[in-house]
């Protein structure tokens, strides 16, 4: 699938997307760029080279892994999330994208799929609890209660989550 960081405003359609949710979104796809970079903010130019970092670090997981669309905010109206499990299942890339935010929201609890339910996954890209910043959970705790994505505030807000099989499973 074809993915790119386009200009924003969108012109199709007008609309205002954070940089660095277009990028986890371009991530989903063969990623590249579709913009003149001499006109965007310095702000924006610089999470380039992370992005890239970033696609180089998943390619293989997302070319190869299976994929798995846990929401859609055509049927939820809040988020989109996908996720791409290696095939030994061992590792797993969550992209979580809050469409519209709204008031009153709590976080969100995503149930993942096809994990190794017996095996502890490392979880980057979240907080853990009582300021821990690594978070491990079992396979069948990801997959059944599921992960907690905190209340984010804004439109078209974006996160992602790298899951890691421990060895001490």
Not at 26 to 41: C, N, P, Q
Request: proline fraction near 3%; glycine fraction near 10%; aromatic fraction near 10%.
């Amino acid at each position: 699938m074809g993915a790119h960081v386009s200009d924003c405003p969108n012109h199709a359609v007008g609309r205002f997307t954070p940089f660095e949710t277009r990028g986890y979104v371009a991530l989903a796809g063969t990623f590249g760029y579709e913009l003149d970079v001499t006109r965007i903010s310095e702000e924006d130019r610089g999470m380039i080279p992370e992005q890239v970092a970033l696609y180089h670090k998943y390619n293989d997981l997302v070319r190869e892994g299976d994929y798995y669309r846990i929401a859609s905010a055509a049927e939820n109206h809040l988020y989109d999330c996908w996720q791409v499990v290696s095939g030994d299942r061992k590792e797993s890339l969550v992209t979580w994208v809050q469409v519209m935010c709204g008031p009153g929201r709590q976080s969100h609890m995503v149930r993942l799929k096809g994990l190794d339910e017996n095996a502890v996954y490392r979880v980057e890209g979240a907080e853990g609890t009582e300021g821990e910043t690594e978070l491990l959970l079992s396979g069948d705790c990801l997959m059944y209660a599921g992960l907690r994505i905190p209340d984010r505030k804004g439109d078209f807000v974006g996160q992602m989550f790298h899951l890691i099989r421990t060895e001490e499973d």
